[in-house]
């Protein structure tokens, strides 16, 4: 069965860096876009990133653009984030999630890593 596994979150102080893992199993990694949804505390879900099959192609919130770096290594069937100059507002719980169609469906989800940045 499909599964999404994150790791890597933590406490960090503004204006550092973390990287986050999601390692998938049960499906063709390499055949699907994978992307990165957080969740901030009493507020709803909001898309971070994501990158296509191949990872030739990838999308960033403006809200991440230029901090924050997908990618994946389609021989280990990980996907990464890569989160730099962290502000408090990024604190959340971040899900790693699977786009069944490339167009931002997603179908099956991680149960989360929580990242949390305060000083």
């Known amino acids: 069965q499909v599964q999404l596994v994150e790791s890597g979150g933590g406490l960090v102080q503004p204006g550092g860096s973390l990287r986050l893992s999601c390692a998938a199993s049960g499906f063709t990694f390499s055949n699907l876009y994978i992307g990165w949804v957080r969740q901030a505390p009493g507020k709803g879900l909001e898309w971070v990133s994501d990158i296509s099959g191949g990872g030739g192609k990838a999308n960033y919130a403006d809200s991440v653009l230029g901090r924050f770096t997908i990618s994946r290594d389609n021989a280990k069937n990980t996907l990464y984030l890569q989160m730099n100059s962290l502000k408090p507002e990024d604190t959340a719980l971040y899900y790693c999630?699977?786009?069944?169609?490339?167009?931002?469906?997603?179908?099956?989800w991680g149960r989360g890593t929580q990242v949390t940045v305060s000083s």
């Open positions: 999630a699977r786009d069944f169609t490339g167009w931002g469906e997603y179908d099956y």
